[in-house]
């Protein structure tokens, strides 16, 4: 089966700008989560989808990250406007099931956003 | 908020050498999991842990849930050039609609032919 796909796969935007990542689960995983790794740091879970319902967006850093799941199919995680601080790896997963056994979790390459 | 503590960071070894990692937490977890990072890669899952005392053999990896559900350690035997990358533990508490991971900062291996 296909795994999940990222892009693009590198952005370099301005501060101030907006990007916009996109997200293709694995097909039939209702499940779908965004996780952010900065340089050095640990990777950090961003929010998590079930279909296109938000489960648990207590990991956004604040409200200038905009994530959407239509038709509980992809997902887009938007930055409006982007501040150096967002710079970094932004990695999607998905899964089947959430929780219990979660070895179903199939993380992408990630998009490496850069903000100059 | 919920932490895990990963030791060590960094980690400069000759190929067919013995490697071993931990990571630590003053939390309890459900289940620990440890991955790797390829360059431009995703993690990926190496080993799933899901119980207490736990020992589980992934070729020459081997890892270990430990008793009091607050730690974890990964060791890598003889090691290979391809074994070089990010490693990650992570962990998770499931139940209710609880499915994020918990990350640790990583370990980077390099092996040196």
């Known amino acids: 089966e296909a795994g999940v796909t990222q892009f693009p796969s590198h952005s370099v935007i301005e501060k101030g700008q907006t990007v916009t990542l996109r997200c293709d689960p694995i097909s039939g995983h209702d499940n779908l989560y965004w996780y952010r790794r900065v340089m050095g740091k640990e990777i950090k879970f961003l929010l998590h989808f079930v279909k296109e319902s938000k489960q648990d967006e207590s990991g956004m850093p604040n409200n200038r990250f905009l994530a959407e799941r239509t038709g509980g199919t992809y997902s887009t995680l938007k930055v409006q406007p982007a501040e150096l601080e967002d710079s970094g790896v932004y990695f999607c997963?998905?899964?089947?099931?959430?929780?219990?056994?979660?070895?179903?979790?199939?993380f992408g390459s990630g998009t490496r956003l850069t903000v100059v | 908020g919920q932490q895990l503590n990963q030791s060590p960071q960094s980690m400069f070894i000759q190929e067919g050498e013995d490697v071993s990692m931990n990571c630590t937490s003053s939390?309890?977890?459900?289940?620990w999991l440890w991955y790797k990072q390829d360059p431009g890669e995703g993690p990926v899952l190496l080993i799933a842990?899901?119980?207490?005392?736990e020992l589980t053999s992934n070729g020459r990896l081997t890892a270990q849930f430990g008793i009091t559900r607050k730690d974890s350690f990964l060791n890598i035997s003889a090691s290979i050039p391809s074994d070089v990358g990010i490693y990650f533990c992570?962990?998770?508490?499931?139940?209710?609609?609880?499915?994020?991971?918990?990350f640790g900062k990583g370990t980077k291996l390099s092996v040196k032919p």
């Open positions: 992570a962990a998770l508490n499931y139940g209710g609609s609880q499915g994020n991971l918990i």
């Open positions: 939390s309890i977890f459900n289940t």
């Open positions: 842990l899901y119980k207490a005392g």
């Open positions: 997963a998905s899964s089947r099931r959430s929780g219990g056994l979660n070895y179903g979790y199939t």
